[in-house]
């Protein structure tokens, strides 16, 4: 009773918007996880991703065949533009789907990474993709997780254990190098970028034997998913595969 009082308050001061075309959201009981943050007409519009064997078929190109180190790979939403975006406004932030992850990176909008997360929970399920030992979020540097508060990655992996029900293991591993951001680099350029940034944990034991879930907010290149999924498979990780909001 006080949550629903409180919450109608917050609605008359910031009534919640649509983060994507901004109407205001009146009916938080859709059809979907991500009702409090975007729109039922936009959510329809949110593209899927492409089956897992065409996403990695996708990365695979990048790797020799000894350098890839995921299984498979899985993404809930497909980057695209919207019809209604002008050829001169087209950037890679402007999709309908960036802006949400963009929120949650830099917006401090947690609670769309779990809500993310759980979209995603629910697209593994249907593809019956739960037997994992532990879900791991990609790392952040701990410098970058001071500045912002939090690690996105972990969000969504929490997202996706509530509706999985596997353990999330966020101190297997580290990044241990402040790396450059990846947006402007090339697939070589990005290989590089990621080379021996991560390491395992003080929760490294967790990795041993175990068939890991990879957790990362957008698939581009897959070079950071695979730097750290090797990482795990060299500490003896049995199998890795991999997870994401969306696939770029
Ligand atoms: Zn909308």
Redesign the pocket.
Known sequence: MFTALYQAFLDVLAPRI??????LLTDERVPHCLGKY??????DRLSPADVSEALLAGISSHFRGDELAISSITARFQREFSSETSQESIHEDSAPISLLLYALKYHGMQGLGRSLGQELGYCLQILNQTSYDAIVPIPIHSARERERGYNQSLRIAEGIADIVNIPVEKDAVVRHTYTLSQTYLNVEERKNNVKNVFSVGRRGNALKGASILLVDDILTTGSTLNACAMTMLEYGAQRVDAATVAKA
């Open positions: 649509c983060l994507i075309c901004g109407a975007v729109c039922t007409r936009c959510f």
